[in-house]
Every structure is written in C-alpha cells, then in structure tokens.
C-alpha cells in the first residue's frame, strides 16, 4: 500500500466481479454487462468489451462522439508527463495556488458513501485531489486515455475501479455513484457534446448525490481586473511564458450565460475554483511578494463571495445535485 493508499477509507481488497458489473453498463446498447471470459465483458446481445489489467475498456464505441473522443485520447497519451508544456506551471508559487484550490472543494465530498467517480481521472495529479475519495469505499476512475488510468492505478491500487470510457456516453450505470468529481476535463470536449456531458454525470448520480464539474468561462471579465492589476504592478510570471505563446489545447469553452440558458432538469450551484486560470497565473504571477499578495487576495475573494467569483471569475466550480 503506497503512502496515498493510506489515508483513505479501509478497503484493501480488489473490486469483486459482481461489484464491478453492478455499476458499469454498455455505452451502445445501455445493457448490463457479465464475464464473457478472463479478458472480456459482454452484453446479454453479444456485444463484447475488453478488460484487461484491472482496466475495463469502452472505446471504439459506434457514438458520434467517437472521433473527438480519439483525438483527446492522442493527446494526452502524446503529452504524458503532467510537466509537458502548455498543462502545467511547475512553479511552486503556482502549483501551492492550484493545490489550495482543490483543497477547497474537498467539502463537498465529506459525507462519503460507496463510490465516488472521478470522469477524466487523469493519473490524479495532485495529492489533494486523492484526498476527495477519503470517505468513500472505492474512487471509480474513467478516462479515455490509459496511461492516465494507469496513473491513477499506481496511485490508488486496489481501492479504485478502472474504466476507459467517454464522458458523454458513460459506461456506468445509472443511479450508480455517491459523487462525481470533474476536474478541467468537460471544457475539452466538443462544444456541442458538453450538454451530453453533463447530463451524464448527473444520470451516474444516486438521489442526493452531488456532482462538482470545474470548468472555465471564457474572457471572465474579474479575471481581466486581475491582469490589469498585475500591469499596474509591473508583475511577469514564468521566464519562458511570452504573452503571444498559444496555449489553446481545448477551445471549446462556453460562456456562463450559455449554461445558465440551458434547460438543465438538475439544481445546481455556481462557486470559485480559481477567479484566475493556470494560464494567467503563468504569465503574470510573479515568485515574489507581489505574486503572494495577489495570491491571498484571490484566496480571500474566493472565500468571501464564492458565488460571485465563480461566475465572473475564469475557473468556476458547478455543483450539480441529485435531488
Ligand atoms: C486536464 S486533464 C485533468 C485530469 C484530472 N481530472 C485533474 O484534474 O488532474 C483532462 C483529462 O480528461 C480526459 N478526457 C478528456 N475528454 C474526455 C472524455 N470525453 N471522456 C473521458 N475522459 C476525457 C483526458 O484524457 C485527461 O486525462
């Protein structure tokens, strides 16, 4: 058991077959699934998906949204290293800022139950984002890309369930889940797939269960408050980040008041992850007294009036509720 494995809740024994199938169901035919063999799920239809090392795999679905799926896939397993350019600012100044904001969502995950599902897992990055699957018996880890989910198999072991699946079709059944985390995953895919998405992660729910998806409102207009603070204190961020340097992996994001007019059939609630994005925090964030200042500032606003900073700053956190 490594040192993640060690604060959570005491489950050491893998996922039995009958736990696994209970909460996974097939993207194409919404069927529950059985134990073809030792390498294969199938449906009551015959439609067969491979499991291997642990990891359940619903790629290659017939969906539209196969193809986008695909290329998000490459990417990542492109850009494996979490230090690859353009996905994180390895400077502590940053990374303290980014880790106190997943912290600060870890309330919304105290009440615990059976299963939380982490949709587009990544290989967890952060410890702090480990520490929301405290109370829970099992963290269900989903991505489309494997490395990631390898990752997050070094990390959790045998207290996680493995599944390669697509967001906006979940391989999981419905009514399933205690909670839902979604950290920087829906704002990657395909704008016209979002709604999909988020249906979906309320679907997965169990009654009274919360979701909490961050996401990221496009020009946010605190966040340009911010930047035209830090011109007035003359701050610059990291040595190697230029301003004109593109930094658009995902392009998709939609504005607040595109999801305010949704007609969503859940509650839900806006607040601050971040009222600036990772981006801003690399150009203009200085390592110096000026970055700290600017850092307890947001921290403060944050906390003070989480919903206002959520929909006016850059990274909200929408918290989705199963009533
Ligand atoms: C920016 S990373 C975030 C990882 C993790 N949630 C975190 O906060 O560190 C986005 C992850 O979402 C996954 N992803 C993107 N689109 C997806 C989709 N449609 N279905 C499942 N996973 C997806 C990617 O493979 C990647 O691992």
Redesign the pocket.
């Given at each position: 058991m490594n040192s993640y494995s060690a604060s959570a809740r005491d489950i050491r024994q893998p996922a039995t077959q009958d736990e696994l199938l209970s909460i996974l169901r097939c993207p194409e035919t919404r069927e529950p699934l059985h134990r073809a063999s030792e390498r294969e799920l199938e449906t009551l239809s015959g439609r067969r998906w491979a499991f291997r090392d642990g990891i359940a795999s619903f790629v290659g679905a017939n969906s539209d949204s196969h193809a986008a799926?695909s290329d998000?896939?490459h990417l990542?397993e492109a850009n494996r290293s979490p230090d690859a350019k353009g996905f994180m600012d390895g400077r502590s100044v940053s990374l303290d800022h980014e880790r106190k904001c997943i912290a600060q969502l870890s309330r919304h995950f105290r009440r615990g139950g059976r299963y939380l599902l982490?949709a587009?897992?990544?290989p967890?990055?952060?410890r702090e984002?480990l520490q929301y699957s405290t109370a829970y018996e099992r963290r269900v880890c989903?991505?489309?890309?494997l490395p990631?989910l390898r990752g997050a198999q070094a990390k959790l072991g045998e207290r996680g369930i493995y599944v390669q699946?697509?967001?906006?079709n979940l391989p999981i059944a419905t009514g399933s889940m205690d909670a839902v985390t979604c950290?920087?995953?829906l704002y990657?895919?395909p704008a016209e797939q979002q709604a999909a998405?988020f249906l979906e992660l309320w679907r997965v729910l169990k009654p009274g269960g919360v979701a909490v998806a961050v996401y990221w409102w496009p020009g946010a207009p605190l966040a340009a408050r911010f930047e035209e603070l830090t011109e007035c204190l003359g701050m610059h961020g990291a040595p190697d980040a230029t301003e004109d340097e593109a930094y658009k992996p995902f392009e998709y994001c939609h504005s607040l008041q595109w999801f305010t007019e949704q007609n969503w059939p859940f509650r839900y609630r806006i607040e601050s992850y971040c009222i600036v994005d990772s981006w801003f925090m690399r150009r203009r964030i200085s390592a110096d007294w000026r970055g700290e200042f600017l850092r307890n500032i947001l921290c403060a606003m944050q906390r003070l009036a989480p919903e206002f900073s959520g929909r006016n700053g850059a990274v909200p956190a929408i918290i989705i509720y199963k009533d």
């Open positions: 799926a998000v896939q990542y982490d587009g897992s990544g967890i990055a952060h984002l989903v991505d489309l890309s990631a699946g697509d967001l906006t950290n920087h995953v990657q895919i998405a």
